[in-house]
Nanobody, 123 residues
Framework: VQLQASGGGLVQTGGSLRLSCVAS????????MGWFRQAPGKEREFVAAISWNGGSTSYADSVKGRFTISRDRTRNILYLQMNSLKPEDTAVYYCAAAMRAYSGSDYTQYNYWGQGTQVTVSS
């Protein structure tokens, strides 16, 4: 499974971005998927996760109410809609896929990772 993330960029505080992650290769629409991020000098942290059918989602407290994770199973695309962005959201964002229906916030449960896309929020 290959994951290609895109959609990052530079945005002002309060702005919006939508990240996309296209899955290719031996993909399965039954994979749980998620978004993680890593800021310079910090550890990777969980952002959001979604189950194989989109029926379950979870979010980090820091992004609840501002970010929305979704997926298009027919096209094998994962999305992260980010609204009301803050400077502390600045990071490289990674998409990930698991060999299970839902993996939540545990990054060790994800088997495949994309290359990351940079999000920078200016104050």
């Amino acid at each position: 499974v290959q994951l290609q993330a895109s959609g990052g960029g530079l945005v002002q505080t309060g702005g919006s971005l939508r990240l996309s992650c296209v899955a290719s290769g031996r993909t399965s629409s039954n994979n749980g998927m998620g978004w993680f991020r890593q800021a310079p000098g910090k550890e990777r942290e969980f952002v959001a996760a979604i189950s194989w059918n989109g029926g379950s989602t979870s979010y980090a407290d820091s992004v609840k109410g501002r970010f929305t994770i979704s997926r298009d199973r027919t096209r094998n695309i994962l999305y992260l809609q980010m609204n009301s962005l803050k400077p502390e959201d600045t990071a490289v964002y990674y998409c990930a896929a698991a060999m299970r229906a839902y993996s939540g916030s545990d990054y060790t449960q994800y088997n495949y990772w994309g290359q990351g896309t940079q999000v920078t929020v200016s104050s």
